[in-house]
């Protein structure tokens, strides 16, 4: 079967759909083509933090009903050593920015209940996706669905399938760079119905290793503890996660946990990956098909949807004032910001975890940067103003 669109979207993830309804918002025709179906999509528990771009978008889109009665605002966050919490006044040190938590799952609900009631469609279970006459004026997307072949001819194709996508492997090798930090753990996740330890969040920086006291509303919460790689998740019941999160927590912080039934647990690896250019011909890459954080800054979903953000004004520019100027300058634009969120979350990521090389001294110096933290507004300030997320423009 043959289709036609103007704007191709490989990947119904939050880069994909974010990018789908800000183009449909200008009158421009997508068609989304996934991999998966819609329950595994939405069902995937991933990012609890939106940036105010983010919160932003998603109020432009008016995709905001549910986010304004259920999101949890924050003004601040904690950093704990040894135990020892302090609170950073994220919107003290920044004209009164904001963070909001809310799950990476509810905004897929969102996403995905207002294509439908909007009609932005979307294929879903597409198998052998991939991509051709990318270096040329006519572009196209081929897949099989139920044993039936399919091609898109369109404008534009927008890779948004993440990582292990098909998207950037399309980028021939002699043009792709790839830079890439693995680093040697990986994070244990727990979700449990039981109301969070603090208000607020909890990054906790402790002898046995690194610890997060997270939360997706007033009645569950999510914690993460540095874990090693090859571990299985199998040896970790219930009491040993909680033990261990409350050790590293520390006893103050310990004696506000409530324990309970952990479901969905698992290990999650840690990397810092960027591909550059995220433009070739007439694919563009946007979000984890172009770069990967560690989940520490909370800065993975927020970047896609500052790429989209870049690349949907862009192709509007295209459509409506016949300019190039925005999609010749997307790669470099996103980049840059991608870049600075790739420096904020390693930096975050080494000061708060224990690495198996460190030694005394790297162990002092860490302290050292935490004691630091907790003293200077002006390091306060710099913390607070990567979390919330730098503007659009600083980019
Ligand atoms: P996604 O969400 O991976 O979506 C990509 C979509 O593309 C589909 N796909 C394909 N479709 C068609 N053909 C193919 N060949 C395809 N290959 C893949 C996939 O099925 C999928 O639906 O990428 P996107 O949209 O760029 O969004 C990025 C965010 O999802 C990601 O950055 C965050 O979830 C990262 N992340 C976290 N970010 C945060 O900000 N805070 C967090 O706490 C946080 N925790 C996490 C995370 C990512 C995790 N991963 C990747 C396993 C925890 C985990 C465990
Ligand atoms: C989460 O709630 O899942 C979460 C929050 C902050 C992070 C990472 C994950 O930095």
Redesign the pocket.
Known sequence: MRHRTQVAI???????MFLAHMLRADGIDALV????DRAY?EGRV????LEQGTVALMRRLGLSDRLEREGLVHGGTNLSVDGDVFRIDMAALTDGATVTVYG?QEVMRDLFGAAEARGVPIVWD?ED?ALDGLDGDHPGVTWRREGVAHRLDCDFVVG???????SRGAIPADVLRTFERVYPFGWLGGLADVPPACHELIYANHERGFALASMRSPTRSRYYIQCALDEDVADWSDDRFWDELCLRLGRDTAATVTRGTLFEK?I?PLRSFVAEPMRWGRLFL????AHIVP?TG???????VSDVTMLGAALAEHYRDHSDAGIDHYSARALARAWKAERFSWWFTSITHRFPTMDAFDRRIQVAELDYLRGSTAAQRALAENYVGLPLEAA
Not at 298 to 304: D, P, Q, S, T
Request: proline share 5%.
């Open positions: 490989i990947g119904a993830g939050p880069a994909g083509i996934e991999r998966r999509v991933r990012a609890g933090v990476q597409a996706v948004c399938d993440g990582y292990h996508g098909v698992s999650a946007a979000g984890d098909a989940p909370a800065k993975g979903m927020n970047l896609a």
